[in-house]
Structures are given as C-alpha cells and as structure tokens.
C-alpha cells in the first residue's frame, strides 16, 4: 500500500513509518523539517508541507491509499489548543480533492475529561488537568471528524499514556469508547508502547478495521 504518514518526525511516527517500511509499503512521510527524519529506504519518501495548509498538502496526497496521522502538538499555558482543529480541516479537504478516504489518526484516552473518572488520582487531578487543553482540541478533532467527514473512512485511534519503547508481542486490547475498561469498569493499566501503537495503527489500514469509529486501545 502507499502510505502517507503526517507527524514521522515525532516518536511515534518515527516508529509508524519503520514499521510501514518493514511491512513492505509505499511511505511517504510528510514533515516541516526534513532532516529531523534520518531514516532512509528505498521506498521512503520524505517531503515539506504545511500541515495547516490544505494547497501544501493536496500535492503530496494524490495516489496515496491512506492518511496516517501521529500528529501531536505543544502544551501551552497562556493559550488555548487549536492545532488538532486547525489540521484536520486542511487534512480532510485536500483529501477530498485527491480522493483519498481513509484516514486514521492518534488522539488519547480521556478525550472527554470527565470520562476519567474511574482512574487513578495522579491521572484524575495532576495529568488530565495539565493536558486539558490539548484533550479538549483533541475531542474537538474527534467531533469534527464524526459530524462533518462521513464521506471519509476515518478511525480514531485513542492510546493512554505512551513509552517510549518499540513494539511488543503483547495482546491488543480495544474498546469504542475513551479506555479499555476491565471487568469492574476500571481502566486497564494507564500506559502503552509508541511501538505497539504504531503496530494497532498499522493494522488498522492492512485491515481497514473500526471505520467511522474511534477506538481506544491498550496492552495486555
């Protein structure tokens, strides 16, 4: 498959795009600043584009299978969060124009804040209200694909806390909804390999699993 993966330079990405290439795809990995990726393969292309600018990003995704999205973005303290907005809607109509449909991106668990209510104290008081913002422009993402991209095969894909560690041969656990619960209801551990999100994001797209749907996931 050819694939174009948004945010390679990021850890996660970094990890999607090697695992895409082990795999035996077509990347090309969309970037601001090119020699932040030094991962080099004969069948990895590496080019610079706005992620906010639907004309930049229109070139690079015409003949492409599938949109993969490890975008992540900055916490700020003095404004409000608007990078997950901002993306997705030059990302969805420059898809459009290139008639390309499937897209699968990574937000968090606890998108809606209040969902987190089950969780751990350091979770519910330290984390969620730290990264409030940024959870919130993620939901806002999440709410602008459901109601305004039913034409696009999209998939959100929802991670807790993420390691910086490769892949693992664990058992993938999913749930539509904003955590895996266990049996009594509560969150199922609070951290996940970047690897091992890579490789669920991954099958996703060979699958084309959980369309029009946002699915969050862990580790077992």
Known sequence: ????????????GQL????ALDHGHM??????????????????????????????LLEHFSEEDAIMSCLGFPISIFSEATGYTESIKAIAPAMREAKVTR????????????????????????????????????QEMENYLNNECQDLKWTV????????ASKTEKQILTHEGYFVPGPEGIP?????????????????????LWIKKAVAMTTK
């Open 1 to 12: 498959m050819r694939l174009l993966v948004l945010g390679a330079t990021g850890q996660t």
């Open 16 to 19: 999607l795009v090697r695992q």
């Open 27 to 56: 990347v090309k990995a969309i970037v601001r600043t090119p020699s932040k990726l030094t991962i080099q393969h004969d069948n990895l292309k590496v080019v610079k584009a706005n992620v906010f600018s639907a004309n930049s």
């Open 103 to 138: 897209i699968i991106a990574m937000t968090s668990w606890y998108t809606k804040p209040d969902t987190a209510q089950e969780a751990s104290w350091t979770i519910r008081w330290l984390l969620i209200p730290l990264i409030r913002k940024l959870l919130i422009n993620m």
């Open 157 to 164: 894909v929802r991670p807790p806390g993420l390691q910086n």
């Open 188 to 208: 199922i551990g609070n951290s996940v390999t970047r690897g091992d999100v890579a490789r669920f994001m991954l099958s996703l797209v060979e699958e084309d």
